[in-house]
Protein backbone atom coordinates (compact mmCIF):
# COMPACT_ATOMS: atom_id res chain seq x y z
CA UNK A 1 0.00 0.00 0.00
CA UNK A 2 1.46 3.56 -0.74
CA UNK A 3 2.89 5.70 2.03
CA UNK A 4 -0.25 8.54 0.34
CA UNK A 5 -2.82 5.45 1.36
CA UNK A 6 -2.34 5.73 5.06
CA UNK A 7 0.23 7.42 6.40
CA UNK A 8 0.37 5.63 9.61
CA UNK A 9 -1.84 2.87 10.94
CA UNK A 10 -4.17 5.28 13.03
CA UNK A 11 -6.88 5.40 10.44
CA UNK A 12 -8.23 2.08 11.31
CA UNK A 13 -10.60 1.93 14.24
CA UNK A 14 -12.05 -1.08 16.52
CA UNK A 15 -15.02 -1.10 15.42
CA UNK A 16 -16.68 -2.12 18.79
CA UNK A 17 -20.09 -4.05 18.98
CA UNK A 18 -22.79 -2.07 19.52
CA UNK A 19 -25.15 -5.03 18.05
CA UNK A 20 -24.85 -8.48 18.26
CA UNK A 21 -24.95 -10.41 15.12
CA UNK A 22 -28.43 -11.70 15.57
CA UNK A 23 -29.72 -8.25 16.10
CA UNK A 24 -27.83 -7.26 12.82
CA UNK A 25 -29.92 -9.90 11.16
CA UNK A 26 -32.91 -8.86 12.80
CA UNK A 27 -32.40 -5.45 11.56
CA UNK A 28 -31.89 -6.63 7.96
CA UNK A 29 -34.88 -8.86 7.93
CA UNK A 30 -37.13 -6.41 9.03
CA UNK A 31 -35.96 -3.71 6.41
CA UNK A 32 -36.74 -6.44 3.81
CA UNK A 33 -40.12 -6.87 5.38
CA UNK A 34 -40.78 -2.95 4.65
CA UNK A 35 -39.61 -2.89 1.04
CA UNK A 36 -41.58 -5.59 0.30
CA UNK A 37 -44.97 -5.26 2.56
CA UNK A 38 -44.80 -1.11 2.72
CA UNK A 39 -42.85 -0.45 -0.16
CA UNK A 40 -40.87 2.65 -1.10
CA UNK A 41 -42.41 5.76 -3.12
CA UNK A 42 -39.99 6.73 -5.79
CA UNK A 43 -40.81 10.39 -7.36
CA UNK A 44 -39.10 9.18 -10.74
CA UNK A 45 -40.53 7.20 -13.50
CA UNK A 46 -36.94 5.94 -14.66
CA UNK A 47 -36.36 4.24 -11.49
CA UNK A 48 -39.85 2.69 -11.16
CA UNK A 49 -39.60 1.46 -14.66
CA UNK A 50 -35.38 0.11 -14.06
CA UNK A 51 -37.19 -1.65 -10.62
CA UNK A 52 -40.58 -3.23 -12.42
CA UNK A 53 -38.82 -4.88 -15.20
CA UNK A 54 -35.70 -6.10 -12.77
CA UNK A 55 -38.84 -7.77 -10.98
CA UNK A 56 -40.38 -4.99 -8.39
CA UNK A 57 -44.22 -5.12 -8.02
CA UNK A 58 -45.47 -1.63 -8.33
CA UNK A 59 -48.86 0.05 -7.23
CA UNK A 60 -50.51 3.10 -6.66
CA UNK A 61 -48.25 4.38 -10.05
CA UNK A 62 -44.95 4.85 -8.11
CA UNK A 63 -44.70 2.91 -4.72
CA UNK A 64 -42.27 -0.01 -5.27
CA UNK A 65 -42.17 -3.50 -3.28
CA UNK A 66 -38.94 -4.66 -3.85
CA UNK A 67 -38.43 -8.37 -2.93
CA UNK A 68 -35.28 -9.60 -1.09
CA UNK A 69 -33.96 -11.60 -3.61
CA UNK A 70 -33.55 -8.09 -5.41
CA UNK A 71 -31.79 -7.01 -2.19
CA UNK A 72 -29.35 -9.96 -1.72
CA UNK A 73 -28.23 -9.53 -5.88
CA UNK A 74 -27.91 -5.95 -4.74
CA UNK A 75 -25.28 -6.78 -1.19
CA UNK A 76 -23.48 -9.16 -3.18
CA UNK A 77 -22.14 -7.25 -6.16
CA UNK A 78 -22.02 -4.26 -4.54
CA UNK A 79 -18.08 -2.66 -3.57
CA UNK A 80 -16.82 -3.16 -0.28
CA UNK A 81 -13.90 -1.16 -0.76
CA UNK A 82 -14.25 2.90 -2.22
CA UNK A 83 -11.51 4.47 -2.60
CA UNK A 84 -11.06 8.34 -3.08
CA UNK A 85 -7.93 9.96 -4.47
CA UNK A 86 -6.29 13.39 -4.19
CA UNK A 87 -5.94 15.82 -7.13
CA UNK A 88 -2.15 13.88 -7.24
CA UNK A 89 -3.68 10.89 -8.21
CA UNK A 90 -2.87 9.02 -4.80
CA UNK A 91 -5.30 6.62 -3.26
CA UNK A 92 -5.64 8.68 0.27
CA UNK A 93 -8.73 7.43 1.20
CA UNK A 94 -9.45 3.71 1.33
CA UNK A 95 -13.09 3.98 2.22
CA UNK A 96 -13.79 -0.02 4.06
CA UNK A 97 -13.99 -1.76 7.19
CA UNK A 98 -13.08 -0.04 10.27
CA UNK A 99 -10.78 3.33 8.89
CA UNK A 100 -11.50 6.77 9.55
CA UNK A 101 -11.59 9.59 8.03
CA UNK A 102 -12.13 13.13 9.16
CA UNK A 103 -13.54 16.22 7.37
CA UNK A 104 -15.92 19.28 7.87
CA UNK A 105 -19.80 19.58 6.87
CA UNK A 106 -21.56 21.75 3.84
CA UNK A 107 -24.13 24.07 3.34
CA UNK A 108 -24.68 25.68 6.90
CA UNK A 109 -26.77 29.35 6.97
CA UNK A 110 -23.94 31.26 9.22
CA UNK A 111 -20.44 31.34 10.50
CA UNK A 112 -19.19 32.64 13.20
CA UNK A 113 -16.26 35.13 12.13
CA UNK A 114 -12.68 33.46 13.52
CA UNK A 115 -11.78 37.47 13.94
CA UNK A 116 -14.61 38.80 15.59
CA UNK A 117 -16.47 36.38 17.13
CA UNK A 118 -19.99 37.66 15.18
CA UNK A 119 -22.44 35.48 13.51
CA UNK A 120 -22.80 36.87 10.19
CA UNK A 121 -24.11 35.11 6.75
CA UNK A 122 -21.58 33.71 4.64
CA UNK A 123 -19.68 35.24 1.71
CA UNK A 124 -17.66 33.00 -0.89
CA UNK A 125 -14.46 34.23 0.58
CA UNK A 126 -15.17 31.98 3.57
CA UNK A 127 -15.40 28.97 1.51
CA UNK A 128 -12.33 29.90 -0.31
CA UNK A 129 -10.65 29.96 3.02
CA UNK A 130 -11.94 27.68 5.01
CA UNK A 131 -11.22 24.80 2.02
CA UNK A 132 -7.19 26.60 2.50
CA UNK A 133 -7.52 25.66 5.93
CA UNK A 134 -9.01 21.98 5.71
CA UNK A 135 -5.86 21.81 3.05
CA UNK A 136 -3.26 22.72 5.68
CA UNK A 137 -4.63 20.91 8.73
CA UNK A 138 -3.14 17.56 8.48
CA UNK A 139 -5.87 15.59 10.46
CA UNK A 140 -8.72 16.76 7.93
CA UNK A 141 -8.91 14.06 5.13
CA UNK A 142 -11.64 15.42 2.75
CA UNK A 143 -13.15 18.41 1.94
CA UNK A 144 -16.91 19.61 1.81
CA UNK A 145 -17.92 23.28 1.21
CA UNK A 146 -18.74 24.25 4.89
CA UNK A 147 -21.67 27.19 4.17
CA UNK A 148 -23.47 28.34 1.53
CA UNK A 149 -22.31 32.03 0.07
CA UNK A 150 -24.78 34.33 0.42
CA UNK A 151 -23.39 36.79 -2.14
CA UNK A 152 -23.39 34.74 -4.79
CA UNK A 153 -26.82 33.27 -6.92
CA UNK A 154 -28.15 31.11 -4.09
CA UNK A 155 -29.43 28.62 -6.91
CA UNK A 156 -26.59 28.14 -8.34
CA UNK A 157 -24.09 28.35 -4.99
CA UNK A 158 -23.50 24.53 -5.42
CA UNK A 159 -21.16 25.17 -8.52
CA UNK A 160 -19.30 28.16 -7.20
CA UNK A 161 -18.57 25.35 -3.97
CA UNK A 162 -17.23 22.86 -6.52
CA UNK A 163 -15.20 25.46 -7.98
CA UNK A 164 -14.16 26.52 -4.42
CA UNK A 165 -12.85 23.34 -3.18
CA UNK A 166 -11.61 22.14 -6.58
CA UNK A 167 -9.22 25.29 -6.74
CA UNK A 168 -8.15 25.51 -3.28
CA UNK A 169 -7.16 21.99 -1.61
CA UNK A 170 -5.65 18.52 -3.51
CA UNK A 171 -7.41 16.54 -0.92
CA UNK A 172 -10.08 14.46 -1.93
CA UNK A 173 -13.94 16.60 -1.91
CA UNK A 174 -17.25 15.66 -1.04
CA UNK A 175 -19.90 17.49 -2.87
CA UNK A 176 -23.19 18.55 -2.47
CA UNK A 177 -25.68 19.78 -5.43
CA UNK A 178 -29.57 20.43 -5.27
CA UNK A 179 -30.60 19.23 -8.86
CA UNK A 180 -29.30 16.93 -11.74
CA UNK A 181 -27.81 20.15 -13.47
CA UNK A 182 -25.72 20.82 -10.64
CA UNK A 183 -24.31 17.52 -10.59
CA UNK A 184 -23.50 17.51 -14.00
CA UNK A 185 -21.70 20.72 -13.48
CA UNK A 186 -20.12 19.32 -10.99
CA UNK A 187 -18.94 15.54 -12.71
CA UNK A 188 -17.81 17.97 -15.66
CA UNK A 189 -15.63 20.28 -13.43
CA UNK A 190 -13.57 17.01 -11.45
CA UNK A 191 -13.66 15.55 -14.99
CA UNK A 192 -11.29 18.74 -16.03
CA UNK A 193 -9.37 18.30 -12.71
CA UNK A 194 -8.90 14.95 -13.03
CA UNK A 195 -7.94 14.85 -17.32
CA UNK A 196 -10.97 14.01 -18.50
CA UNK A 197 -13.69 11.71 -17.36
CA UNK A 198 -11.77 8.05 -18.06
CA UNK A 199 -9.32 9.48 -15.59
CA UNK A 200 -11.82 10.66 -12.95
CA UNK A 201 -13.04 7.31 -13.26
CA UNK A 202 -9.90 5.22 -12.52
CA UNK A 203 -9.28 7.77 -9.30
CA UNK A 204 -12.41 9.67 -8.77
CA UNK A 205 -11.14 12.43 -6.48
CA UNK A 206 -14.55 13.46 -5.31
CA UNK A 207 -18.22 11.62 -3.96
CA UNK A 208 -21.31 12.93 -4.47
CA UNK A 209 -23.69 13.49 -1.03
CA UNK A 210 -27.44 12.60 -2.04
CA UNK A 211 -29.91 13.29 0.99
CA UNK A 212 -33.22 11.60 0.68
CA UNK A 213 -36.15 12.56 1.71
CA UNK A 214 -36.65 9.74 4.24
CA UNK A 215 -36.56 6.14 3.83
CA UNK A 216 -39.41 5.24 1.97
CA UNK A 217 -40.26 8.35 0.00
CA UNK A 218 -37.25 8.97 -2.44
CA UNK A 219 -37.31 12.58 -4.32
CA UNK A 220 -36.97 12.96 -8.07
CA UNK A 221 -33.53 14.92 -8.00
CA UNK A 222 -31.74 12.44 -5.56
CA UNK A 223 -32.77 9.53 -8.20
CA UNK A 224 -31.73 11.33 -10.98
CA UNK A 225 -28.25 11.89 -9.23
CA UNK A 226 -28.13 8.23 -8.26
CA UNK A 227 -28.63 6.80 -11.48
CA UNK A 228 -26.05 9.52 -13.65
CA UNK A 229 -23.97 8.65 -10.98
CA UNK A 230 -24.15 5.01 -11.04
CA UNK A 231 -24.20 4.66 -15.15
CA UNK A 232 -20.57 6.34 -15.12
CA UNK A 233 -19.14 4.15 -12.19
CA UNK A 234 -18.30 7.71 -9.95
CA UNK A 235 -18.83 7.64 -6.02
CA UNK A 236 -22.08 8.61 -4.51
CA UNK A 237 -23.28 8.93 -1.01
CA UNK A 238 -26.94 7.67 -0.54
CA UNK A 239 -28.31 8.83 2.48
CA UNK A 240 -32.13 9.27 3.60
CA UNK A 241 -32.48 11.97 5.70
CA UNK A 242 -35.47 10.96 7.87
CA UNK A 243 -35.62 12.78 11.35
CA UNK A 244 -36.23 10.03 14.26
CA UNK A 245 -39.78 11.27 15.76
CA UNK A 246 -41.13 13.19 13.13
CA UNK A 247 -40.58 11.44 9.91
CA UNK A 248 -39.49 7.72 11.17
CA UNK A 249 -40.09 5.78 14.73
CA UNK A 250 -38.45 7.76 17.50
CA UNK A 251 -36.96 4.74 18.54
CA UNK A 252 -33.41 4.22 17.89
CA UNK A 253 -33.96 1.00 15.89
CA UNK A 254 -37.25 1.76 14.22
CA UNK A 255 -35.61 4.67 12.58
CA UNK A 256 -32.39 3.26 12.19
CA UNK A 257 -34.51 0.29 10.25
CA UNK A 258 -36.37 2.57 8.28
CA UNK A 259 -33.71 4.44 6.81
CA UNK A 260 -31.50 1.14 5.80
CA UNK A 261 -35.02 0.26 3.78
CA UNK A 262 -34.24 3.48 1.62
CA UNK A 263 -30.29 2.84 1.61
CA UNK A 264 -31.62 -0.94 0.35
CA UNK A 265 -33.27 0.53 -2.41
CA UNK A 266 -30.74 3.26 -3.64
CA UNK A 267 -27.99 -0.24 -3.14
CA UNK A 268 -30.64 -2.09 -6.18
CA UNK A 269 -31.07 0.72 -7.56
CA UNK A 270 -27.42 1.61 -8.18
CA UNK A 271 -26.41 -2.26 -8.95
CA UNK A 272 -29.17 -2.09 -11.67
CA UNK A 273 -28.47 0.35 -13.55
CA UNK A 274 -24.44 -0.59 -13.46
CA UNK A 275 -23.31 -3.43 -11.47
CA UNK A 276 -20.43 -2.60 -9.05
CA UNK A 277 -21.03 0.73 -9.00
CA UNK A 278 -19.59 2.73 -5.91
CA UNK A 279 -21.99 3.30 -3.28
CA UNK A 280 -21.28 4.38 0.34
CA UNK A 281 -24.20 3.79 2.60
CA UNK A 282 -25.55 5.80 6.14
CA UNK A 283 -23.70 6.00 9.21
CA UNK A 284 -25.67 8.38 10.67
CA UNK A 285 -28.15 8.47 13.22
CA UNK A 286 -31.81 9.13 10.85
CA UNK A 287 -31.88 13.29 11.07
CA UNK A 288 -31.01 12.65 14.94
CA UNK A 289 -33.48 12.31 17.73
CA UNK A 290 -35.85 15.43 17.17
CA UNK A 291 -35.59 16.62 20.71
CA UNK A 292 -39.71 17.19 22.00
CA UNK A 293 -38.92 19.83 24.36
CA UNK A 294 -36.89 22.09 22.00
CA UNK A 295 -38.24 21.32 19.23
CA UNK A 296 -34.51 21.46 17.70
CA UNK A 297 -32.82 17.97 15.75
CA UNK A 298 -29.70 17.04 17.69
CA UNK A 299 -26.27 16.10 15.99
CA UNK A 300 -25.24 14.91 19.27
CA UNK A 301 -27.49 12.86 20.68
CA UNK A 302 -25.95 9.73 22.43
CA UNK A 303 -28.49 6.84 20.79
CA UNK A 304 -25.87 6.80 18.02
CA UNK A 305 -23.50 4.10 16.15
CA UNK A 306 -26.57 1.77 15.24
CA UNK A 307 -26.17 2.21 11.36
CA UNK A 308 -22.74 1.96 11.75
CA UNK A 309 -23.21 -1.68 13.18
CA UNK A 310 -25.89 -2.44 10.59
CA UNK A 311 -23.31 -1.08 7.92
CA UNK A 312 -20.81 -3.18 9.04
CA UNK A 313 -22.75 -6.12 8.90
CA UNK A 314 -23.56 -5.51 5.10
CA UNK A 315 -19.85 -4.36 4.83
CA UNK A 316 -20.47 -1.53 2.90
CA UNK A 317 -18.40 1.59 3.10
CA UNK A 318 -20.00 4.11 5.15
CA UNK A 319 -20.99 7.90 5.49
CA UNK A 320 -21.20 8.96 9.81
CA UNK A 321 -21.22 12.28 11.80
CA UNK A 322 -19.37 13.97 14.44
CA UNK A 323 -17.35 17.11 15.49
CA UNK A 324 -20.40 18.71 15.73
CA UNK A 325 -22.29 20.75 18.92
CA UNK A 326 -25.53 22.12 19.77
CA UNK A 327 -23.68 24.85 21.32
CA UNK A 328 -23.99 28.49 19.89
CA UNK A 329 -20.18 29.33 20.69
CA UNK A 330 -16.89 27.55 20.69
CA UNK A 331 -17.15 26.93 24.26
CA UNK A 332 -16.80 24.11 26.74
CA UNK A 333 -20.24 22.44 25.62
CA UNK A 334 -18.45 22.53 21.83
CA UNK A 335 -15.32 21.17 23.14
CA UNK A 336 -17.04 18.20 24.89
CA UNK A 337 -19.85 17.66 21.96
CA UNK A 338 -17.06 17.01 19.38
CA UNK A 339 -14.69 15.14 21.36
CA UNK A 340 -17.20 12.54 22.49
CA UNK A 341 -18.73 12.29 19.17
CA UNK A 342 -15.91 12.13 17.67
CA UNK A 343 -14.19 9.25 19.92
CA UNK A 344 -17.87 7.46 19.52
CA UNK A 345 -17.78 7.21 15.92
CA UNK A 346 -14.22 6.69 15.51
CA UNK A 347 -14.71 3.27 18.28
CA UNK A 348 -17.38 2.42 16.11
CA UNK A 349 -15.28 2.43 12.66
CA UNK A 350 -17.29 5.20 10.61
CA UNK A 351 -15.97 5.43 7.95
CA UNK A 352 -16.24 9.12 5.78
CA UNK A 353 -16.82 11.44 9.63
CA UNK A 354 -17.68 14.67 8.73
CA UNK A 355 -19.73 17.72 10.08
CA UNK A 356 -16.20 18.71 12.12
CA UNK A 357 -16.94 22.12 12.58
CA UNK A 358 -20.57 22.55 12.89
CA UNK A 359 -22.49 24.58 15.82
CA UNK A 360 -26.01 25.44 16.74
CA UNK A 361 -27.32 22.28 14.85
CA UNK A 362 -25.84 22.95 12.26
CA UNK A 363 -27.09 25.86 11.04
CA UNK A 364 -23.46 27.83 11.85
CA UNK A 365 -19.94 27.10 11.05
CA UNK A 366 -16.69 27.76 13.08
CA UNK A 367 -12.89 27.68 11.78
CA UNK A 368 -12.27 27.35 15.29
CA UNK A 369 -14.59 24.64 15.88
CA UNK A 370 -13.00 23.36 13.01
CA UNK A 371 -9.46 23.43 14.37
CA UNK A 372 -10.13 21.94 17.69
CA UNK A 373 -11.65 18.88 16.21
CA UNK A 374 -8.39 18.69 14.01
CA UNK A 375 -6.44 18.05 17.33
CA UNK A 376 -9.15 15.90 18.79
CA UNK A 377 -8.62 13.89 16.05
CA UNK A 378 -4.89 14.04 16.45
CA UNK A 379 -5.43 12.29 19.24
CA UNK A 380 -7.88 9.68 18.42
CA UNK A 381 -5.11 8.65 15.47
CA UNK A 382 -2.63 8.70 18.05
CA UNK A 383 -4.84 6.77 20.27
CA UNK A 384 -5.84 4.32 17.63
CA UNK A 385 -2.48 3.54 16.27
CA UNK A 386 -1.85 0.87 18.00
CA UNK A 387 1.46 -0.01 19.44
CA UNK A 388 4.56 -2.17 18.57
CA UNK A 389 5.94 -4.72 20.81
CA UNK A 390 9.63 -5.45 19.64
CA UNK A 391 13.15 -6.17 20.61
CA UNK A 392 13.53 -2.41 19.67
CA UNK A 393 10.44 -1.21 21.60
CA UNK A 394 10.77 -3.44 24.58
CA UNK A 395 14.79 -1.94 24.90
CA UNK A 396 15.93 -4.86 27.04
CA UNK A 397 19.43 -4.38 26.29
CA UNK A 398 19.00 -0.36 26.92
CA UNK A 399 17.60 -1.49 30.05
CA UNK A 400 20.17 -3.78 30.95
CA UNK A 401 22.81 -1.37 30.27
CA UNK A 402 21.41 1.42 32.48
CA UNK A 403 20.57 -0.64 35.23
CA UNK A 404 18.50 0.12 38.47
CA UNK A 405 20.10 3.40 38.86
CA UNK A 406 20.21 4.88 34.96
CA UNK A 407 18.38 7.62 33.53
CA UNK A 408 17.54 7.37 29.85
CA UNK A 409 17.14 11.11 28.74
CA UNK A 410 20.93 10.62 27.08
CA UNK A 411 20.48 7.52 25.28
CA UNK A 412 20.61 6.34 21.70
CA UNK A 413 17.85 4.76 21.92
CA UNK A 414 15.52 7.56 23.07
CA UNK A 415 17.03 10.28 20.80
CA UNK A 416 15.77 7.46 17.90
CA UNK A 417 12.27 7.11 19.05
CA UNK A 418 11.17 10.19 21.26
CA UNK A 419 9.37 12.01 18.26
CA UNK A 420 7.32 8.30 18.12
CA UNK A 421 5.12 10.43 20.78
CA UNK A 422 2.24 12.11 20.34
CA UNK A 423 2.75 15.56 21.17
CA UNK A 424 -0.10 18.21 20.80
CA UNK A 425 -0.71 21.12 18.22
CA UNK A 426 -3.41 23.38 20.08
CA UNK A 427 -3.15 21.96 23.60
CA UNK A 428 -1.21 23.23 25.99
CA UNK A 429 1.23 21.52 28.15
CA UNK A 430 3.92 23.89 29.01
CA UNK A 431 4.32 24.73 32.09
CA UNK A 432 2.49 27.76 33.90
CA UNK A 433 5.44 30.14 33.76
CA UNK A 434 5.82 29.78 30.29
CA UNK A 435 2.35 29.67 29.14
CA UNK A 436 2.25 32.83 30.80
CA UNK A 437 5.11 33.72 28.78
CA UNK A 438 3.56 32.73 25.77
CA UNK A 439 0.89 35.21 26.01
CA UNK A 440 -1.40 33.05 28.49
CA UNK A 441 -3.97 32.57 25.33
CA UNK A 442 -6.93 30.03 26.16
CA UNK A 443 -7.84 27.32 23.61
CA UNK A 444 -9.94 29.21 21.25
CA UNK A 445 -7.06 32.29 21.36
CA UNK A 446 -4.49 29.81 20.14
CA UNK A 447 -6.52 28.12 17.57
CA UNK A 448 -7.86 31.53 16.06
CA UNK A 449 -3.67 32.54 15.74
CA UNK A 450 -3.06 29.35 14.11
CA UNK A 451 -5.97 29.72 11.66
CA UNK A 452 -4.41 33.91 10.64
CA UNK A 453 -1.46 31.87 10.56
CA UNK A 454 -2.04 29.38 7.72
CA UNK A 455 -4.50 31.98 6.06
CA UNK A 456 -1.59 34.38 5.72
CA UNK A 457 1.23 31.62 5.04
CA UNK A 458 -0.38 28.46 3.54
CA UNK A 459 -0.86 28.19 -0.23
CA UNK A 460 -2.74 25.43 -1.68
CA UNK A 461 -1.38 24.02 -5.06
CA UNK A 462 -3.15 26.19 -7.37
CA UNK A 463 -5.03 24.63 -10.53
CA UNK A 464 -3.18 25.78 -13.86
CA UNK A 465 -4.60 28.78 -15.16
CA UNK A 466 -6.12 27.17 -18.14
CA UNK A 467 -7.65 24.45 -16.06
CA UNK A 468 -9.20 27.36 -13.53
CA UNK A 469 -10.76 29.11 -16.53
CA UNK A 470 -12.39 26.13 -17.58
CA UNK A 471 -13.45 25.46 -14.38
CA UNK A 472 -15.04 29.04 -14.44
CA UNK A 473 -16.72 29.08 -17.91
CA UNK A 474 -18.35 26.18 -16.52
CA UNK A 475 -19.99 27.99 -13.54
CA UNK A 476 -20.99 31.43 -15.95
CA UNK A 477 -22.75 28.64 -18.76
CA UNK A 478 -24.57 27.34 -15.52
CA UNK A 479 -25.70 31.32 -14.74
CA UNK A 480 -26.34 31.81 -18.05
CA UNK A 481 -29.07 29.36 -18.47
CA UNK A 482 -32.55 30.06 -17.74
Known amino acids: ?108 LNIIDHRDGTRREPRLKDIEDGVTLCDSLSNIDFVMSMVLPRDVDTALADRFQMEAMLSFTTKPIVYVTYELGGCLDAVEMAETVAGGAEALRKKPMAACYINVVSGLRHNKEALEKLLFLASKNLPLLYIPASTAGITSPVTPAGSVVLDYAGVLVGLVLSQLKREGAPVIVTGMPPGGTFDMRTLVTSYCEPERTIAQAVSHFYGLPMFSIAGASESKAVDLQAAAEAALSLVVESLAGGNIIHDLGYLESGLTFSFIQLALCDEIA ?35 HTKDHYRERWYPGLFERADYGTWLKNGGKDLSERARDKIEKILDEHKPALLPPDIKGRLQKIVHRARRSP
Open 378 to 412: SWIKGFMKGFEVSDETLALDVIAEMGPDGQYLSTR
Open 1 to 108: MPDTEAKDGCQQGFGFPRLTEEQCCRMHEAALDILERVGARLDLQDAVTLLKSAGARVTDDNLVHIPSSLVERALSVAPRRVILYDRHGHPVMPVEGHRCFYGPGSDC
